[in-house]
């Protein structure tokens, strides 16, 4: 198989995956999300004939105004098309077509912080926030987790190479967010270091935002970098094990290059396409885990407004949600796909 | 067949893998004492608030005691009292004695005296309390409501009640300072001389004197209110701690050996399967698994747990349907290299069916590895279920460990330093995570020599 069709089938694939978890997700909350917008529907129809005095004085009886009201209704979700069921495969195919066009919808409870019930505006607002939250978080862990592994990889039993492994084991039982209520009892509550909520009180649009946002990531990021990197040592030092045990080193061995140079300069560079790859996957798995580190740290971004949703019921975000998520997660497979493919050719004899 | 003896050995030899062993088997005798000995309403009653309120609120471990200077009084439930029937010509009195050894630095945070009385006619409930220092206190004196025949009445006095206040401001000559600022409490356990805690053995009785009938306390106890309570304190619904992270274990490792077992078992025959039958049928399945590899597990895992319902037997059907994925693949490649070894050639000229020779000879050579699989994938269901009931999508009638944390959260226990409600239930996470992370390493190092060294 040649690595265009190789990509092709990839792609063809990743985009089945996401077709088919909007389709399922749209078929689990399809029911809720009928009624909750049939009711939104009739709120509206409500609201605007109090307000419109003229149109409430030219009623006889109060029987009149039901009727009008129901008449109203009743074609506004002919209108929507709410009036065939939410299976109907009309209106999943609508409905997948538009979050496909990103065009999701208003959210029934949540608003972004300038106000908009725009889901689209919302997951915009907070997608930038997790963006820098969690790649801050990834880089660091990746830059301390191949320096650390690379070393004790070259030292197998050594004392550094003891403690990155039990440091990896230990540091990976514990859940991110549990850790993430210590060190809110430990900087927040007992030495008042940083604050216990991590969104900052100031507006947006005021020139110390910025600052003040950092601020309150510091926290998130040392509790994420803190659990994430002992995992990535372990992975990079096994890497090592294996490349250092190859012939070409001992070659280079004999030839008298030092330990410094065999190290980082071949064996680092010959694990390169695995470490790239769980690099891009793990970019996009922090994004999925960011659900419940962001609830815990109140971190303004995807993963809490996903939480928020899920607390309300609020079905356009928590499906537009899903779907940003989801898109970054394939694009990220795919990426990594590509990456590999491209890194190490034996991928294109499979 | 693999030789079972040999991973035995193996893992003897092992000192991690013997610590995880050893940990498992605490935390399993564990689960079987808490089956045996702690009765089981109490984990039907974990979420129902009205079965807790004879708990304090909030209150600490009883050992913090140990480390400190001062010691903060430890909350005492006392329902065995002595009785004292007084019979007289026409007067009919009971009497109860509760007894306790004060011996703290603090105030307690409050009493309460809860009892059923059974009586007839409209008898005088009195309550007094006599102090180390042989000064008797009145503290209440009220009727009950009258009953025309014999009936069960029950009622609560609490330390805030107004008429136990106006009691004591009418004794406050027994004090040599003023007492009109303080508390019914304070003024119940102070120094007569300077204020400070007395302590010493309290008596506390109350009496219930009818005229003409008997009269008795079916039911009666009277609670002390502490701030230490226990081995690992109570929350603030005034939950014991201790019972929710006792229940919590058997719920945990069954969690987590089910969906590992479960998940592990269906990867292995799915990618055994694909890898041996090859081809057409190897494509399609590996697509599937691309398919299900590519989901995004925790949205939907939360969808599916808001949509469908919170059962935990729902849960751990689909996270095994997220689990499988990753070991079938493995399989698959294993089971590749199987079959073109010579003894799956010669059970298929012998014509051997397939699902004889998947089960009989080439699952066997997989199994090390998937015993080492089992182990690793314990830990990641039970901190996933732990973040799902962490996020408050868990079955609300089971504790767990995540929820005592959800529940944590929501009172704010981290900012407010609640340290003893976050500490245990994460500890119990992270120890049984590493019991089966240490028996799955040791597993692999048998499975695949090559990470020796």
């Known amino acids: 198989m040649g690595l265009k069709r190789y990509f092709a089938s990839r792609g063809i694939i990743l985009f089945g995956v996401l077709m088919a978890t909007l389709f399922l997700t749209i078929l689990l909350v399809g029911s809720n999300m009928d009624a909750i917008m049939k009711k939104g529907v009739a709120i509206q129809v409500r609201s605007e004939i109090v307000q419109n005095k003229d149109l409430v004085a030219g009623f006889q009886s109060t029987n009149e105004l039901d009727l009008y009201i129901t008449g109203q209704i009743d074609q506004r979700v002919k209108n929507l098309g709410l009036d065939t069921p939410w299976y109907s495969p009309n209106r999943i195919g609508l409905s997948m077509y538009k979050i496909m066009i990103l065009d999701f919808g208003h959210a029934t409870f949540l608003t972004s912080d300038s106000g908009s019930t725009a889901v689209g505006d919302i997951i915009l607002e907070k997608l930038p926030k997790t963006i820098l939250l969690f790649t801050t978080a990834t880089v660091i862990i990746s830059v301390i987790g191949i320096f650390v592994g690379a070393t004790s990889g070259s030292k197998t039993g050594s004392k550094i190479d003891k403690m990155t492994s039990s440091f990896a084991v230990i540091s990976s039982s514990f859940p991110v967010w549990w850790v993430g209520l210590i060190m809110i009892f430990t900087f927040a509550f007992s030495y008042n270091v940083f604050p216990a909520r991590a969104t900052p009180l100031l507006a947006p649009d005021d020139p110390g935002y910025i600052a003040a946002l950092l601020y309150h990531m510091t926290l998130p990021l040392i509790t994420i970098v803190l659990i994430g990197f002992g995992t990535w040592a372990y992975l990079v030092r096994n890497f090592m094990i294996g490349i250092l045990q190859e012939d070409y080193i001992f070659a280079k061995r004999a030839i008298g290059l030092s330990q410094r140079r065999i190290v980082y300069g071949s064996a680092l560079r010959n694990a390169a396409p695995p470490i790239v790859t769980i690099l891009a996957l793990s970019l996009s798995g922090s994004l999925g885990g960011a659900i419940i580190t962001e609830a815990v740290f109140d971190w303004p971004g995807m993963g809490r407004l996903y939480f928020e949703a899920i607390n309300v019921m609020d079905l356009p975000v928590i499906i537009g949600t899903t779907y940003v998520l989801t898109v970054f997660f394939l694009v990220s497979i795919f990426v990594s796909d590509l990456l590999y493919g491209y890194l190490d050719p034996r991928i294109r004899t499979i | ?453």
């Open chain 2, 1 to 453: 067949m693999t030789d079972y003896t040999e991973i035995r050995a193996g893992f003897v030899k092992s000192k991690i893998g013997l610590v995880g062993a050893g940990i498992l088997l605490c935390l399993i005798l564990v689960s079987a004492l808490t089956a045996v000995f702690v009765p089981i309403e109490t984990y039907k009653q974990w979420n129902n608030p009205a079965s807790w309120t004879a708990f304090p609120k909030s209150a600490l471990p009883s050992w913090v005691n140990f480390f400190s200077e001062k010691k903060m009084p430890e909350h005492q439930i006392i329902d065995t009292p002595r009785t004292i029937l007084q019979e007289g010509s026409s007067v009919f009195v009971t009497v109860q004695k509760f007894e306790t050894d004060y011996a703290y630095d603090y105030f307690p945070n409050d009493f309460l005296f809860q009892y059923t009385a059974e009586y007839e006619g409209s008898p005088l409930l009195q309550v007094s309390v006599l102090r180390p220092d042989g000064i008797d206190l009145q503290l209440v004196s009220s009727s009950l409501p009258h009953s025309s025949h014999l009936a069960a009445y029950s009622d609560k006095i609490f330390s805030t009640n107004d008429s136990i206040r106006k009691n004591l401001v009418l004794q406050s000559s027994k004090f040599s300072y003023p007492i009109d600022g303080m508390t019914a409490k304070e003024i119940i356990f102070s120094n007569s001389a300077k204020g400070d805690v007395l302590k010493g053995r309290y008596v506390f009785s109350v009496g219930l004197a009818g005229v003409d009938s008997k009269n008795a306390f079916s039911e009666s106890r009277f609670i002390l209110g502490g701030k230490v309570f226990g081995l690992v304190g109570t929350d603030e619904l005034r939950r014991d701690l201790s019972i929710g992270l006792l229940w919590g274990t058997p719920v945990a490792l069954f969690i987590g050996v089910v969906v590992a077992v479960g998940s592990v078992v269906s990867g292995l025959v799915f990618g055994v399967y694909a890898g041996y039958k090859g081809g057409r049928t190897d494509e399609s399945m590996m697509r599937l698994n691309d398919v299900v590899y590519a989901l995004p597990a925790l949205p939907f895992l939360i969808i599916l747990s808001v949509t469908t319902s919170n059962s935990i037997f729902l849960m751990i059907g689909f996270l095994m349907i997220f689990g499988w994925v990753g070991i079938a693949k493995v399989s698959r490649s294993m089971a590749l290299q199987i079959k073109t070894r010579q003894f799956v050639d010669a059970a298929k000229t012998m014509g051997q069916k397939d699902s004889k020779i998947i089960f009989r000879h080439i699952i066997p050579q997989i199994m090390p590895y998937a015993l080492a699989s089992i182990a690793i994938s314990v830990p990641a269901a039970i901190t996933t279920e732990a973040g799902l009931s962490f996020l408050g999508l868990g079955d609300p009638t089971f504790p767990t460990w995540g929820q005592i944390l959800h529940d944590a959260k929501s009172h704010g226990a981290a900012a407010r330093g609640l340290w003893w409600w976050i500490m245990p239930p994460g500890i119990m996470v992270a120890l049984t995570g590493l019991a089966f992370v240490f028996i799955g390493n040791s597993l692999e190092v048998i499975a695949n020599p090559k990470l020796k060294r």
